[in-house]
């Protein structure tokens, strides 16, 4: 049973325009949320985070929204550039024994920015 | 050099072969995982190793031998795979704290059992 969902498998958009990424997780005890970024024969790297008890989370271009009664969270990208053309993974983590730890991962979105 | 490094980056073992992936991190963190990223599959973590103890062992058949010499040194020991265990292994490295915490990872080793 997937707990961290990614239902969109691919996103295009125009250079310029915002990208929006959206993700559903199913386990109400989840604090912590984060975003990676993947490119091709590289490992993840992190983009941002949000903790449970924050609703949004700004970092240059990338702002997080996390909506906890509908179990969704959300990555906007303004604007959006060639080079985030990538895969985004969304993951999830809960306290366990007093430390967050293990990553659960959704499946990832292909982003795709035309120039 | 810096961050979180694999080697090798690329491997192909026959399913009677044994190797080993390293990993080494250079960010003074306390935890070091295993994950392994199939074809249109979430990445799944096999192994969380915390203050050089396993702490997490997510089912993963006895062909995968995880070891962790100290902090810094993770490896994934190979013996007899299957031609399914062709994979991207990721090795992470993170600070095992109250609130959250982010994963970094390295490049990954791309696997193939022929």
């Known amino acids: 049973d997937q707990q961290v969902k990614q239902n969109s498998p691919s996103l295009s958009v125009q250079e310029g325009r915002i990208s929006i990424l959206n993700c559903d997780y199913t386990?109400?005890?989840?604090?912590?949320f984060l975003w990676y970024k993947k490119y091709p024969a590289e490992g993840p790297t992190f983009l941002i985070s949000i903790s449970s008890i924050k609703d949004k989370n700004e970092d240059g271009r990338f702002t997080v929204f996390l909506n906890k009664s509908a179990k969704h969270l959300s990555l906007h990208i303004v604007p959006s550039q060639p080079g985030d053309s990538a895969v985004y993974f969304c993951a999830a983590s809960l306290d366990s024994g007093g430390s967050n730890y293990k990553l659960t991962f959704g499946k990832g979105t292909l982003l795709t920015v035309n120039p | 050099e810096t961050g979180v490094t694999q080697t090798p980056r690329h491997l192909v073992m026959g399913m009677t072969n044994k190797k080993s992936l390293k990993c080494e991190q250079h960010l003074g963190h306390n935890a070091m995982y295993w994950y392994k990223q199939s074809a249109k599959k979430p990445l799944e973590l096999m192994f969380v190793y915390s203050l050089e103890e396993r702490v997490e062992n997510n089912s993963v058949p006895s062909r995968f031998s995880p070891e962790c010499p100290n902090s810094s040194h993770l490896f994934l020991h190979l013996h007899t795979l299957q031609p399914e265990d062709s994979a991207l292994y990721l090795c992470a490295s993170s600070q095992m704290t109250a609130g959250g915490t982010e994963a970094f990872f390295g490049q990954g080793t791309r696997l193939t059992v022929v």
């Open positions: 386990n109400s005890m989840f604090d912590y």
